[in-house]
């Protein structure tokens, strides 16, 4: 393949993130911290974030997990709850200690069992955040087990969003992490905005079952058909400012995963060159940057990051694990996506 030329562009952001805590926080912050100038940090921990105090000491330990030197800006979600308190909310968005609200419908993924029990509990929570102008990002599927897993996603669409965003016209809406030709439509009908994430561009559902079933392709939602992956490359490479980059990068601890198939994958150390691979292929490099770092500020009335980056043409191998340590201790592993693959791509 003929050599391309460099790619120089503004730092991208981060949208929508899993950073953990503890032990796993402290060894993979920095995968996102050198790469990206923020990121959307998901409140989905053991003990979500539910509260102006937790949010404060949950960026603390963030931040704490940060080499001084680098510059980065974690934003900070409030998880909804059928009970979540309107001052609360108010005042944490108002103090800029919440950036935005995250809704999960109850049990749709990992640790969202607090989540929404019935969304029309919270509408007054929307009118409120329609009101003073606060992001509502969006777990897009329903949790009815009745529903194919397959189709959540599209049901969702149907029975919650169309509504929410017919009584609310004025909320900004992010329906995260989008995975069927079916929302990337309803997302420009509508013109709200939604995140794509990395391996919803390179996997359909076929990855799952590929050797046998394969736990390190399963997150949620999960990918669906082929022809719902091909829309998504197209949403995202078209330069469409109602589209923009969120990882949704989602560690577990390998035995975890082996052992409880955990929905998440891991694609923090190689999100942008994974992101670029796709661009390349569709000839849209430039298109890349309106992506990863120019309609998610326009979105949330931010300015582009002003630290430029270099991306070189350059291929390299990815590992296959990232090891995490307690101190001097190896204490277990986290498989990167792409284990093992050739990528094109290097951050400078
Ligand atoms: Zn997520």
């Not at 002003?306 to 390299?316: A, G, H, N």
């Amino acid at each position: 393949m003929k050599s391309l030329e460099n790619l120089i562009i503004h730092k991208p952001d981060d949208w929508h993130l899993h950073l953990r805590e503890g032990i796993i926080l402290k060894n993979i912050v920095r995968y996102t911290s050198e790469y990206f100038g923020r990121a959307i940090v998901m409140p989905n921990t053991k003990d979500p974030i539910t509260s102006i105090k937790k949010a404060i000491l949950y960026k603390k330990e963030i931040l704490d997990a940060i080499s001084t030197d680098t510059k980065f800006e974690p934003l900070m979600t409030i998880y909804l709850t059928d009970v979540t308190s309107k001052d609360e909310l108010k005042k944490g968005y108002e103090d800029k200690v919440f950036f935005a609200a995250k809704l999960y419908p109850a049990n749709a993924t990992t640790n969202s069992a607090y989540g929404v029990k019935d969304i029309k509990n919270i509408y007054q929570i929307f009118e409120t955040m329609e009101s003073i102008g606060m992001p509502l990002l969006i777990h897009g599927e329903v949790t009815d087990p009745q529903v194919d897993i397959f189709d959540r996603e599209a049901v969702f669409i149907d029975r919650e969003l169309t509504p929410i965003i017919k009584n609310f016209p004025k909320l900004k809406v992010v329906l995260e992490h989008i995975t069927t030709s079916f929302a990337v439509d309803f997302v420009q009908e509508n013109n709200i905005h939604a995140t794509i994430t990395p391996h919803h561009l390179h996997i359909n559902r076929n990855a799952m079952f590929f050797g046998g079933l394969n736990s390190d392709f399963y997150c949620l939602p999960v990918a669906k058909r082929e022809f719902n992956r091909i829309s998504l490359i197209k949403a995202a490479t078209s330069g469409n400012e109602n589209f923009f980059l969120g990882t949704d990068s989602a560690p577990h601890m390998r035995e975890w995963k082996a052992f409880c198939g955990c929905a998440g994958i891991f694609n923090a150390p190689v999100a942008i060159p994974s992101y670029l691979q796709v661009f390349q292929e569709a000839n849209s490099l430039d298109k890349f940057e309106a992506f990863a770092s120019l309609n998610g500020p326009k979105f949330y009335n931010l300015e582009p990051n002003q630290e430029k980056i270099t991306l070189v043409y350059d291929s390299f191998k990815v590992d296959d694990c990232i090891e995490i340590f307690d101190s001097e201790n190896v204490v277990g592993k986290i498989k990167t996506f792409h284990a093992g693959e050739r990528l094109n791509w290097r951050i400078l």
